[in-house]
C-alpha cells in the first residue's frame, strides 16, 4: 500500500489541497484494499485517513470524484450518504 502525503502548509499559506495523483493513488489503494472501495466512500473520514495513511481532505476529495463518476454513469445512484444536506 502506497502512503499519501499531506502537504504542510507553512506559515500564512493556505491549507493543503490534494493533488489530482493524490486522489487516484487513494482510490487505486483503496481498489485494491481488503476493505475496498466502499470503506472509502462510507467509513468514518478519519478511520479511512487512518487506514490510508492519508490526509483527510483526500478522503474528501477522492469520495467527490466517485460520486462524480457515479452520477455520469446512467443508472447509478450516488453511495449512500452522499446527500449534501446530510451530515
Do not use: C, K
Not at 472509502?40 to 478522503?59: C, N
Amino acid at each position: 500500500m502506497s502512503e499519501h502525503r499531506a502537504g504542510r502548509p507553512a506559515g500564512g499559506e493556505a491549507p493543503y489541497v490534494p493533488t489530482d495523483r493524490d486522489v487516484d493513488d487513494l482510490i487505486a489503494s483503496a481498489a485494491a484494499h481488503p476493505l475496498g472501495v466502499r470503506f472509502l466512500v462510507e467509513g468514518h473520514l478519519g478511520s479511512v485517513a487512518t487506514t490510508f495513511r492519508t490526509h483527510a481532505f483526500t478522503v474528501d476529495a477522492a469520495r467527490e470524484r466517485l460520486r462524480e463518476r457515479l452520477g455520469a454513469r446512467p443508472g447509478h445512484e450516488a453511495p449512500r450518504g452522499s446527500d449534501p444536506g446530510r451530515r
